[in-house]
């Protein structure tokens, strides 16, 4: 029967590798980005452009609080010259597009404020989201690299 001790201690321990290894986190802030539910891979810290990472957000921040977990799209890393505008970010030739128009007014962000050019420091990393209720990096600025909880994948 596949409900004997032996099977059960082996389902055990399979989902007990598996929860130690993953987690499961909601998207933050109106849908922002491609999905609402996520698996994080709490093994998987490392950083690129175009990846979705978790993170722990570093300080305290407008509707954000220190230590909450965040899901955002790598726009840049320590050394990428990024281009931000209202239409979005551009690293090389990547653009990435996310309309600060619409989150600006709401809140009275100036867009001299947004648009700007930068270098990312070393050892921090710049994020976006993907839609214009998007309040992320170009908002708050980039975070350290040590604040990033792992890599993410949507899953719905």
């Known amino acids: 029967d596949w409900y004997s001790p032996v099977n059960i ?37 490392s950083v690129r452009e175009g990846q979705l990472i978790a993170f722990n957000m570093p300080k305290t921040v407008r509707f954000i ?6 899901i955002k799209i790598v726009a840049g890393v320590g050394g990428d010259k990024l281009q931000i505008s209202m239409d979005g970010v551009k690293n090389g030739d990547r653009f990435y597009k996310v309309n600060a128009e619409r989150i600006s007014i709401k809140y009275k962000v100036k867009p001299e ?37 792992g890599k993410t994948y949507a899953i719905f």
């Not at 609080?65 to 965040?70: A, C, L, M, Q, T």
């Not at 050019?117 to 170009?138: A, C, K, M």
């Open 9 to 45: 201690g082996f389902l055990i321990l399979i989902m007990g590798a598996f929860f130690c290894r993953f987690s499961f986190g909601y998207g933050l802030l109106y849908g922002c980005l491609p999905a609402d539910f996520y698996m994080i891979d709490h093994n998987d810290t």
């Open 65 to 70: 609080n220190k230590g909450e977990r965040v």
């Open 113 to 149: 404020q947004i648009e700007r050019e930068i270098v990312i420091p070393e050892g921090e990393v710049f994020l976006v989201g993907q839609t214009d209720h998007s309040w992320d990096s170009r908002f708050w600025g980039p975070v350290k690299l040590n604040s990033v909880i």
